[in-house]
């Protein structure tokens, strides 16, 4: 089963939870991020998590780059990784 790697590529989170360099690897449940976030990003990590590609412009991959709802503070870049 594939596997998503989250990197925080950029962070001015306000809470603090985010920051930039933070590595989550997520297979089945819910990483310890932000929710602000995640709900963002989850219907991406479900594709990948599920085999999917993603439109990247002309083209389709098995990453995408996502800002957080909160102003744009964090920027995540997911991507499949296998085992």
């Known amino acids: 089963m594939p596997k998503v ?3 925080v ?7 603090g939870c985010m920051k930039q360099g933070d590595v ?3 297979e089945d449940l ?5 929710h ?3 709900s963002m990003i989850y219907p991406n990590v479900y ?3 599920n085999g999917g590609e993603l439109d990247q412009g002309e083209s389709r991959a ?5 800002r ?9 870049r997911g991507e499949v990784v296998e085992e």
């Open 36 to 38: 602000e976030l995640w």
């Open 30 to 34: 819910c990483p310890p991020i932000c």
């Open 62 to 66: 098995k990453w995408f780059r996502q």
């Open 24 to 26: 989550f690897i997520v």
């Open 9 to 15: 590529l950029e962070s001015r989170c306000r809470s």
């Open 68 to 76: 957080c709802g909160d102003e744009n503070r964090v920027l995540i």
């Open 5 to 7: 790697k989250l990197t």
């Open 47 to 49: 594709v990948l998590l």
